[in-house]
């Protein structure tokens, strides 16, 4: 008891002397006297990061992790996990150790670690953030009970081109919706106190402007005007270091000629300066050493570059451990510089409650409550139903009659695999329940017709990669496939056609430059056409595709990305009518690949679009020049009506606010969600303003018949943007406001700002 008294005076005196609250400073204390104690080697072991086991995505390895942990030459492993192992590992630093100081355990948990979500732009398609913090809260539940206390989410990198594979890991093309996303799953993860052991530290990633590269080509350059960087590209890093993410990664794209590793700008200037970071940088797989690849110098250049810069930790590159020492001895980096890298990651140490218990609470017993728990289990199917979108229903094709004679098509019905997607962490895909089994379950074996109708995967580069042993092939030739599904097809009232990209055509490394359904795909879909039955597509894939002819040919089509554990089963009670589809999409589907990029929110022209006339920005070799499926966008099996929009007052003085609002009815019969999405245009600026902006959402269910009114606040910070000298700034002058269920919206009305 005395001992206690003792400590918490001492705490109160430290905090009375520094200003700061009294666990930081006991925190101080503790890093001040452990590190008095390090050597400079040790200090420099700690900002190294290695890998572990698998998941490779990058050129070089890990290798001999064991010793270097003993030696003291390593801060923290990923690739890890399960509650024994991570003891065993921490154990060791206790037992064979000088200063005993516990790793940190990462690993990619991107969307779930053994109960998998939708992948992260099909979650983003739920437009529901408190969702996704629930999720993000589950997965941190999870994932940490399984042994981690450190996941590389959320990815928030801005995408506007559906050739990058990566645009599957985040939300989409909107800085404002991105954002939202981007908090929401950071105060999931952390819940803002990470000594709570059931949370997990996130990882921003990949900072900065990674979602850039030209062409679509994974790892490619970058290069972006400032205003548009602090407009566009920011927003959402800026929004998760605000909402207190603890770590961030920096990207393998350069920025302004200088790779983000080494970027001092970025991790110091703005990051640190102008945002004021305080958690720990660390590089992406081997960024450090991929410097010397973009020509910036030799190892011990990029490592004195990224050091200075602000990097504290490296992933797998050893250039830390390797060059430091010597960088540090010839004075080319200063002993305050490490300790300062060295402090960020004890500090997250201390943090997460590592000194105090190096386990944080990981034991067989609670994992076994926690892994895929029936709570998980129900809310990865809670969020699979949010994330389906429904692009196109004629003659209410869907929903299906369960009385009339299905068959379902495709090499996607039977599949598992490609259900969990990319980055499916620790998550046995094996146990999951596909469409075919999940229909089986609710409507009896027997009941519907099938066949595969051909491979998944025919194109041979795109197969070399993801089936290299040729395991997934059906050796029958396709002619006989496509026979039997014609045949299959004859027989039904509808057909249910279930295609797509295999898992690993997209995410990391997994550019295509042509994002069009697979060729011996589309060959079955047209046959199927042909049959002259009503044909419903379902697709499973990670990206905006075009599909022009599916649109034009087809009577229904259902966007169902990789939508996790419980795929199967939401599926199902879309098709069938339990459940409402009300996703939307988050990132523009484009008609033809030579539109990208394409985004809503661009910029207008001095010759804007106008289909009727020559000299204007388009295309002259396609017939329509718009998106075939704009951002915001997606049907539901109800009708939703808006009303006008309304407004409180048509001027918006100073700190003041008006009101936006719409009546929004049910006007079909069946209950649905619809998302209300709010844009406004600033109608004339200092520089050139988006035709569009979204700038509020709001997710509002409705019974048949219903109606409800639905208000939106519009401030002056609302209106702000970065102008030419990059002052965040609201200018005077005229505004429209839109209000409705997508970005093509219409229904608007004006208001000036005094
Ligand atoms: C490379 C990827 O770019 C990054 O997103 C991931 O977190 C790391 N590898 C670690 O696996």
Redesign the pocket.
Known sequence: MKRIVLILLVAGFISACTGKPSHEAEMDKFIDNLMSQMTLEEKIGQLNLLSMWF?V??PRMSEDVEQKVKDGLVGGV??FWTPNAVRKLQDMILAQTRLKIPLLVGY?VIHGHRTIYPIPLGLAATWDTQLIERIATAVADEASADGLQWT?SP?VDIARDPRWGRVSEGAGEDPYLGAEIAKAMVRGYEQGDLSNQNTIMSCI??FALYGAAEGGRDYNTVDMSRLRMYNEYLPPYEAAVKAGASSI?TS?NEIDGVPATGNRWLLTDLLRQQWGFGGFVVS??TSLYEMEDHGVGDRAKVTEMAINAGLDMD?VSEYMIEELPALVKAGRVKTETVNAACRRILEAKYRLGLFTDPYRGASEERAKAKIMSPEKLALSKEAALKSIVLLKNEHQTLPLDPSKKIAFIGPLVKNQRTLVGNWCAASDWEQVENLWEALENKYGSGKFLYAAGCNLVENESIRRMTDPQGNVIDSRPSQQLLAEAVQTAQQADVVVAVLGEAYDMSG?AASRTSIDLLDNQKALLKALKETGKPVVLVLMNGRPLTLQWEHDNLDAILETWLAGTRAGDAITEILFGDANPSGKITMTFPRNVGQIPIYYNHKNTGRPFNNDSKFTVKYIDIKENTPLYPFGYGLSYTKFEYSDVQLSDSTLVGDGKITASVTLTNSGDRAGEETVQLYIRDMVGSITRPVKELKGFQKVALKPGESRQVAFSITTELLKFYNAGLQWTAEPGEFTVFIGGCSDVNNNAKFTLK
């Open positions: 998941d995505t990058g990923f690739n990619d590389f990815m990633k990949h990664m393998f992406d797989w992933m990391e």
